[in-house]
Nanobody, 121 residues
Framework: VQLQASGGGLVQAGDSLRLSCAAS????????VAWFRQAPGKEREFVAA????????QYADSVQGRFTISRDNAANTVYLQMNSLKPEDTAVYYC???????????????WGQGTLVTVSS
């Protein structure tokens, strides 16, 4: 499975962005998908995850209430709607697909190339 993340850009604090993660194969729709991010000089961290059917969304505490993960299996795409962006959200955002229907970090197998989000103050 190849994943293509897109939608990043330069925005101001308080703005919104929607990231997309498009997959190359239909089997993507059977598996959980997650978003991670990596800021300069920091380790990659979990942001959000969603199960194969769009249920069980999970969020990092730092984005809870501001970010929403969703998916359109007919389009083989997962989205991350990011609202009320803060400078500390600045990072390269990666999507990853698991091999099971429900999210587990240990089951992630495929990673996209990342899309840069920069939030200015």
């Amino acid at each position: 499975v190849q994943l293509q993340a897109s939608g990043g850009g330069l925005v101001q604090a308080g703005d919104s962005l929607r990231l997309s993660c498009a997959a190359s194969r239909r089997t993507f729709s059977n598996n959980a998908v997650a978003w991670f991010r990596q800021a300069p000089g920091k380790e990659r961290e979990f942001v959000a995850a969603i199960s194969w059917n769009g249920g069980n969304p999970q969020y990092a505490d730092s984005v809870q209430g501001r970010f929403t993960i969703s998916r359109d299996n007919a389009a083989n795409t997962v989205y991350l709607q990011m609202n009320s962006l803060k400078p500390e959200d600045t990072a390269v955002y990666y999507c990853a697909s698991g091999i099971r229907s429900y999210y587990s970090r240990a089951d992630l197998r495929y990673w996209g190339q990342g899309t840069l989000v920069t939030v200015s103050s």
